[in-house]
């Protein structure tokens, strides 16, 4: 924008200096001079015009679609929010099956979102070895192997389920 406004002010000063030398009877090469270094001028304050209208055009089509993904999201969640609480009811029935105790529940549930040990064991506020031993007391208790078990074992059989045809409303 502050090139746009540089651009026609040189522009502007072409077209006074242009008028004044025409009055004062200056030479008709110098004023063509000065009339091409205007045309110049006013071109790229053009060029700068649309590619500043270009731009919040782009943006302002970014915002929408920002917007629009918000709102699916916003959607999503609403419509999942509920089978995600059974679900994570679920997960807490089998954790108490395996005999975890809460701050494993904790780390389990850390681990099957896919969390590194590093970063639970900041945001537990703890040691990085604790977390090992936690994980590896988890992966006995429930007799798997690891953290890519703990997961399966919860999201197999979810994600194997027949697919139940789409509501009329979705298609």
């Known amino acids: 924008m502050r090139n746009l406004i540089v651009l026609l002010f040189f522009s502007g000063i072409?077209?006074?200096?242009?008028?004044?030398d025409m009055r004062s009877g200056v030479a008709i090469s110098h004023v063509?001079?000065?009339v091409v270094l205007f045309?110049?001028?006013?071109s790229a304050s053009i060029w700068q015009l649309t590619t500043i209208i270009k731009k919040n055009k782009h943006i302002s089509s970014l915002n929408t679609e920002l917007l629009e993904t918000k709102k699916s999201y916003q959607q999503w969640k609403e419509r999942t929010h509920a089978s995600a609480q059974q679900i994570r009811e679920l997960i807490d029935v089998q954790f108490g099956l395996w005999h975890l105790s809460q701050s494993e529940r904790?780390?389990?549930?850390?681990l099957i979102k896919g969390l590194s040990m590093k970063e639970i064991a900041d945001i537990r506020s703890t040691h990085e070895k604790t977390v090992r031993q936690q994980a590896t007391s988890i992966y006995k208790k429930s007799s798997l192997s690891g953290r890519q078990e703990l997961a399966a074992f919860f999201l197999e059989d979810i994600l194997s389920m027949p697919q139940s045809p789409a509501p009329a409303s979705a298609q």
């Open 32 to 34: 063509w001079h000065e």
């Open 14 to 20: 072409f077209v006074f200096d242009i008028i004044i």
């Open 106 to 110: 904790d780390v389990a549930l850390l």
């Open 39 to 42: 045309c110049i001028a006013f």
